[in-house]
């Protein structure tokens, strides 16, 4: 099994789980900042499980700074999307170019992450050259594209998709200019070559539809025990899991996991995503969820599953509106970065709401909305509409609720007022400070800290707006324009720079 390394960034290091997850629960209580050092990433909790959290990414996205901020934070592997694929690394006979590739790989170095590399053989984005060979001169190109493209990355790809996709539906060899020229010897040809080139990488057929149980996994299953059998080197199977709502959950994942394990083989979910008909409904977010929650569980419960990449992890760059129309909404993280429903149901999957050990059991799920009240960034209030939704199964007692607002102070007063003006469940129920953060942030300096001291929120229900306001005694003017928890929107929308903790755990938010 590849051994998964936790990382260092941020500001805590390697710091085990409980001890961060101890460490939040430590601050929140003493009143000082629980700031992102103190938020368990999808990689450090899934590390703590001796597996990776991984994404797709591509060279364009990486100019997006707010993307690549949480690629390169919240994910300890990464998988090229395109820029290893042989239009764009052979495109021409014998002319190699792995710049773009490169990129990729020195993201990931920058960011101690493993790379995924894909893929060496497949009958997608292949350049035409390729299938126009006369067939005896098939096996050579291969095996050369291989030996170049393996031989360049070595050292830098932890795993490689040798062969990607060769199966049909019904379980049936795909056709392309590799099956026609050599039968299905491709496959067995491909991973020598592989291995000759890398001999330390870990070698994977990948493939859809293989998730659950079903002929063409049963198709895949029997071509790697015959390979395997034949003393081909073979590591591993991936299982794309590219799933949709509307087709139901993939019948029992965990037993075909296992039943590849049981031949001594890794498995690794390689790109997952879960998408839907537009527009996205409460249901189908909530089935949603439970699928991303269901293969998390699934990797965790089948020891040689080394880990979960999903198909880039926000629907901002997501490969599914352009290839079925009407359908989408399918990551982690929606088009504004912001995390999804389904972005908690992984990190509970992975243990990442009660790792600090607490009173036991599950803290809760909530989102904070946010809209803007305040007409001005530049008067003497700052004026956050805020609103919490329980996105989980249980009812959450919100006088164990938190909520973190940040901005920046600017001259004049340090000593300041906060008021809640209106909200339909009673402002006398909200409490609100000012707090100065411990380590300030840029644009985070203060907080304005919101709680409750009782009642209680349902599944499902909202508390529906709290209008909050604050100023500083002296009535000096604020600059709320590079505020971190800011937003110009004027109607209510999830707002991940706004932090939300349950019994001193964060369950919302990215902090500053
Ligand atoms: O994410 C990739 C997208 O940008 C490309 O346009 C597409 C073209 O085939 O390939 C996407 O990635 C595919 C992956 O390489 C193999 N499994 C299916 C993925 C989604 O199409």
Known sequence: MSSVKPRRHGRHGGLPVLLV????????????????????????????????????????????AAYADILGSEFGQITPGNSMKWDTTEPVQGQFNFAKGDVITGFAAQHDQTVRGHTLVWHSQLPSWVGALPSTQVEAAMTRHITEEATHYRGAVTAWDVVNEPFNEDGTY??????????????????????????????????????????????????????????????????QAHLAVQYGFPYQMQANMQRFADLGLDVAVTELDVRMQLPADAAKTATQSSYYQQVTEACLAVERCVGITVWDYTDKYSWVPSTFPGQGAANLYDENLSPKPAHSAVRTALGGQDGGGGEGGEPGALKAQYRNSDSSVGDNQIKPGLQLVNTGTTPVSLS?????????????????????????IGCSTVTHRVVAADTPEAGADHYLEVGFTGGTLAPGATTGEIQLRLNKTDWSLFDESDDYSYGSGTSYADASRIAVYVGGEPVWGIEP
């Open 21 to 64: 997850g101890a460490l939040t629960l430590a601050l929140s209580l003493t009143g000082g900042p629980a700031n992102a050092a103190q938020q368990a990433t999808l990689h450090e909790l899934a590390a703590a499980q001796g597996k990776y959290f991984g994404s797709a990414t591509d060279n364009p996205e990486l100019t997006d």
């Open 174 to 239: 795909r056709t392309s200019p590799f099956y026609n020229a050599m039968g299905t010897d491709y496959i067995a040809t491909a991973l020598r070559a592989a291995h000759a080139a890398d001999p330390d990488a870990k070698l994977y057929l990948n493939d859809y539809n293989i998730e659950g149980l079903g002929a063409k996994s049963d198709a895949m299953y029997a071509l790697v025990s015959e390979l395997l059998d034949e003393g081909v080197p073979l590591d591993g199977v991936g299982m």
């Open 400 to 424: 164990d609720v938190t909520v973190r607002y940040w901005f920046t102070a600017g001259n004049g007063a340090a000593t300041y007022n906060s008021w809640c003006d209106w909200s339909p």
